[in-house]
């Protein structure tokens, strides 16, 4: 189908550079075209430029979008979610506004062993159907991709049940998706006293038939106090890259835990959370080719402290950033409210913001070259707001839905 969306009040993110990050004084550049238009074809942005300099003529497209007094922007790219589970784990929320942290939840066998005994119990047509609702959703939110992770069957079956769930969903979904492999995400029960044992299971077991059946495209830990350590994550994100799967992890969310630095030396491509973020922490990323990815609706709906956002941008370090949609820490994808929790909790200009979730999360999850810019080739993934003053009204607006016209890869969602 092709389109032609004309009288646009501003196109965002209209970036000619594909796949590029941006660090630092880069991240408060934000691209923009007035008046303008774009066309789409074959699922790609065929064309676009200034009403003044003229457009296409408009008998030769199938649909004409006319998008006056409103802004187009390349979709969000939520690149940290784990939207396949089972249930929900609302009981928990009481028992943390009751005074529990979510540690103690965990020591106790809830939070991510909670989910992961649902998810064994449940089939894999209802995981499916389930992931598919929230994909549903989140794409009426403006997100045109999306990386999901395992990690909530920590069983050689439940992971591989999980990953298939997600190459299912990658089948049926017009989301470009991407899979993690997150089989090192909590310690089974039954394994706390022999934990070399889940690791091995890890590494001889899962990671060979993942590989086999190209089942992920990236391995996860979730490196910090509780969970595991530096020394096991090295050796399990070491086994993934013999199997050709870049590292994309979990780090430094309850502790100085060295994720961040174990997931450099094993050329992550990005390092997620980052609450306790300090000086030796920056240094090393500056040094990298890792993308620090800030998650700021788990710090708010756990109450932590929030990553140091302005500390690392003013330091020259680049930011993406996503929802980590998951049923104990941050049951939402909405990317609009994690703009606002950017802007107004880490200090993050609206330009640097909408840059994070959009180039920068494209990044973060190896889609920067055909998403994350509004550039002539791409993918025609983009979402046209209702009529607004300015794009700084989106992380303003919290809680609104400003979106009012969804289109992936060419297709009108909406
Ligand atoms: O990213 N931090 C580790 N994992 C998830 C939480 C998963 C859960 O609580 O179910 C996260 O926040
Ligand atoms: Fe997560």
Redesign the pocket.
């Known amino acids: 189908m092709k389109i032609l969306i004309e009288n646009i009040k501003t196109i965002v993110g209209a970036n000619p550079t594909p796949g590029k990050k941006l660090s630092g004084k880069e991240m408060s550049v934000l691209p923009c075209l007035d008046n303008a238009w774009i066309s789409i074809a074959d699922g790609l942005i065929s064309g676009m430029g200034t009403m003044k300099e003229g457009m296409p003529e408009k008998a030769k497209f199938d649909k004409v979008i006319n998008a006056e007094g409103r802004f187009v922007f390349p979709s969000w790219c939520d690149s940290?979610t784990?939207i396949v589970?089972a249930g929900s784990?609302e009981g928990e929320f009481v028992n943390r506004i009751r005074g529990l942290s979510?540690e103690e939840i965990a020591r106790r066998g809830g939070?991510?062993l909670n989910?992961a005994e649902r998810l064994n119990k449940t089939s894999e047509d209802e995981l499916f159907d389930s992931a598919m609702r929230r994909l549903n959703e989140i794409t009426k939110y403006g997100t045109g991709s999306v990386e999901i992770k395992s990690?909530?069957g920590l069983s050689v079956e439940g992971e591989l049940k999980m990953l298939r769930v997600i190459k299912k969903l990658k089948q049926h979904s017009p989301l470009t998706i991407k899979a993690n492999f997150l089989g090192a995400?909590a310690m089974p029960t039954i394994y706390k006293q022999s934990r070399q044992e889940y690791i091995d299971l890890i590494i001889n077991e899962m990671l060979p038939i993942i590989a086999k059946e190209k089942l992920a495209d990236y391995c996860d830990v979730?490196c910090?106090r509780g969970?595991y350590t530096v020394e096991e994550t090295d050796a399990i994100l070491q086994a993934g890259l013999k199997h050709g799967l870049q590292p994309k992890i979990?780090a430094n969310?309850l502790d100085y835990s060295g994720g961040i630095q174990v997931g450099v030396k094993n050329n992550a491509l990005s390092v997620?959370?980052l609450e306790f973020t300090g000086d030796a922490e920056i240094e090393c990323l500056l040094k990298s080719d890792t993308m620090p990815t800030l998650?700021p609706s788990?710090a708010f709906f756990l109450g932590l402290h929030y990553p140091p956002a302005r500390k690392m941008i003013d330091a020259g370090l680049p930011i993406a950033l996503a929802t980590?949609y998951?049923?104990?820490?941050?049951p939402s994808g909405r990317m609009a409210f994690i703009l606002s929790l950017a802007c107004v909790k880490m200090k993050m200009l609206p330009e640097e913001a909408i840059n994070a979730a959009t180039v920068n999360s494209a990044y973060a999850m190896g889609v920067g070259n055909t998403h994350g810019t509004i550039t002539i080739g791409k993918k025609a993934s983009i979402f046209i707001t209702q009529p607004i003053p300015s794009y700084s009204f989106i992380p303003y607006s919290f809680g609104s839905d400003l979106i009012e016209t969804v289109i992936v890869e060419g297709k009108l969602m909406s």
Request: charged share 20%; no cysteine; aromatic share 20%.
């Open positions: 940290h784990h589970y784990r979510y939070g991510i989910s990690g909530y995400h979730f910090d969970f979990h969310e997620d959370h998650l788990t980590d998951n049923p104990g820490s941050s």
